[in-house]
């Protein structure tokens, strides 16, 4: 009993250590965004999103463009949204194998337990993932159809809550919904290497940290 609770917690340690790691790398992400907003291509995006909305809504010729656009940003997010679900799913298909997949997939662990308890763990973490993603994209749906009929209101006729910069405002944050469901989805990848064992949690969120640096940066002039 006792080696279970220390396999158990070997595994517990695994994912404190890995949201630790991913937890760091966003602090230090959102200092550096801080001081320089156009840092992360997130930033770069948001100004993108702004400018682009005060561009159409002075142009009204640019509103097929536009529809067309947002149309293409909510297809996107739609197909994510049933990727989700999908993936939802499948992981709940997991939870009545536990017994049976735990250790199969744990022999080629190195430490870490095979017991069915954090088998059950594991997939609940996994599925909050997933669900977290549904969520996100599900939300960025329901953002661009607002912004959708917003952009096209005649300055004439719009409500002070639909000048330019409250649709600005709204399309930044369905961007940003859908960052976070990809970032969600992201997070996945080394939550689906816990199954195998605690190790490969770890060495799995330290690669996805070092992915993230290079492709969430913005490019800046003078960088190869």
């Known amino acids: 009993m006792a080696a279970g609770i220390d396999s158990m917690g070997t595994d517990l340690a695994a994912l404190g250590v ?28 948001d ?23 947002l149309r293409n940003f909510t297809m996107s997010a739609t197909f994510m949204a049933s990727s989700a679900a ?20 744990h022999a080629v662990s190195v430490g870490g337990s095979s017991s069915p308890e954090i088998w059950i763990i594991k997939i609940m973490v996994l599925l909050c993932a997933f669900i977290a993603a549904f969520f996100a994209f599900t939300w960025t749906v329901r953002l661009l159809n607002h912004v959708v009929f917003m952009i096209n209101v005649p300055d004439a006729a719009a409500h002070p809550g639909m000048g330019p910069r409250h649709v600005a405002h709204r399309l930044v944050r369905a961007g940003h919904f859908y960052s976070l469901g990809i ?16 190790l490969y949690l770890v060495a ?7 992915v993230l ?3 969430e940066r913005s490019p800046h002039i003078g960088d190869d």
Do not use: C, K
């Not at 509103?63 to 656009?69: G, N, R, W």
């Not at 969600?184 to 689906?192: D, E, G, I, K």
């Not at 799995?204 to 070092?210: K, P």
């Open 18 to 45: 890995s949201v630790a790691l991913v937890a760091a790398y966003y602090l230090l992400l959102w200092r550096r965004a801080r001081q320089d907003p156009h840092y992360t291509i997130h930033g770069v995006n």
């Open 47 to 69: 100004t993108a999103r702004t400018r682009w909305v005060e561009h159409v809504m002075a142009n009204p010729s640019r509103d097929v463009m536009a529809v067309q656009t």
């Open 86 to 105: 999908l993936l939802i799913l499948g992981t709940l298909t997991l939870t009545g194998q536990g017994e049976t997949l735990a250790r199969s997939w």
């Open 183 to 198: 970032r969600a989805f992201l997070a996945a990848v080394p939550l689906a290497f816990w199954l195998f064992g605690p």
């Open 204 to 210: 799995a969120t330290i690669g996805l940290i070092v």
């Open 213 to 215: 640096h290079y492709v």
